[in-house]
């Protein structure tokens, strides 16, 4: 009995801890390049750009998931959620479904603005395309992660409760807001993360998440949002000459240096 509870508890932590794996290294390897062949035919002459996702813009999205899925391999950090269960039990915090709205508000205010006349930095369509890829990058790593993890949720109603999605899609959108409007405006473009706070506070309070599920869905959001601004360009270009004659190519990408090695996948696109 004991050794079959063992073997259990085991394949457990091997799955979450595959999965930290995972995430962690799909964090931390999308370092790209992007290389961009235009030929001038009257003047015979090439112009090539080579496009980086900057790893700085990685390091508060990789941290945030980091802090939170890493409980799964440090039972001490596990106690942390525990200890934060039973603060929020003591004050008797009131609940609230407030949560399931605060996590769009970010999105909805850069439109409102928009429509107010202060302009963010995509027009209508650019920037619904780019909130469009985010939330398709944060579904595709939470929607899997939640049904291969299997954590339960404190309340006990579910086993979806690492990452919170409520967090991610909250932290995604407010970094959409920041992304457009940290040129223009820098006070405006900060003013989505009061309302993803919210979200993810009262994901706590509400009891349906521990403290290290909102943080990987935090990093989460944001990671995606990186990403969505990263690749937007990319897929502008390409559908752009969707009506010339073009051969595109991906192909792994190493590069070595004197003091550092990077890979990737490098993306050309010939016109």
């Known amino acids: 009995m004991q050794h079959s509870k063992f073997v259990y508890h085991m394949r457990h932590f091997i799955k979450r801890f595959t999965l930290l794996i995972i995430l962690l290294k799909f964090s931390l390897r999308i370092y790209a390049q992007d290389s961009l062949y235009l030929q001038n035919v009257a003047q015979k002459d090439s112009l090539i750009r080579i496009d980086y996702l900057d790893y700085k813009k990685l390091v508060i999205p990789v941290s945030l998931i ?29 609940n609230s479904k407030l949560d399931n709205y605060t996590q769009f508000i970010p999105a909805a205010m850069v439109y ?128 752009k000459g969707k009506n010339k004659k073009t051969l595109s190519m991906i192909s792994p990408y190493f590069q070595k240096s004197y003091q550092q090695k990077s890979f990737g996948l490098n993306y050309q696109l010939f016109f």
């Open 66 to 94: 980091s802090a939170g899925a890493i409980s799964f391999a440090i039972p001490a950090i596990k106690k942390i959620d525990i200890s934060v269960r039973r603060e929020v039990k003591e004050h008797e915090l009131s």
């Open 112 to 239: 409102g603005l928009n429509i107010a006349g202060i302009k963010g930095k995509h027009n209508f369509k650019d920037r619904t395309i780019i909130l469009a890829i985010s939330q398709t990058f944060t579904s595709a790593i939470v929607i899997p992660s939640k049904l291969l993890i299997n954590e339960e949720r404190p309340d006990n109603s579910n086993n979806l409760s690492f990452p919170s999605g409520h967090a991610a899609i909250a932290f995604s959108t407010a970094h959409f807001m920041f992304n457009e409007y940290r040129d223009s405006n820098y006070w405006i473009s900060l003013s989505g993360y009061p309302f993803a706070v919210f979200t993810s506070i009262y994901r706590i309070i509400n009891n349906k998440h521990w403290a290290t599920d909102v943080l990987a869905g935090a990093g989460i959001g944001i990671l995606s949002t990186e990403l969505a601004y990263w690749l937007y360009p990319k897929l502008t270009i390409l559908f």
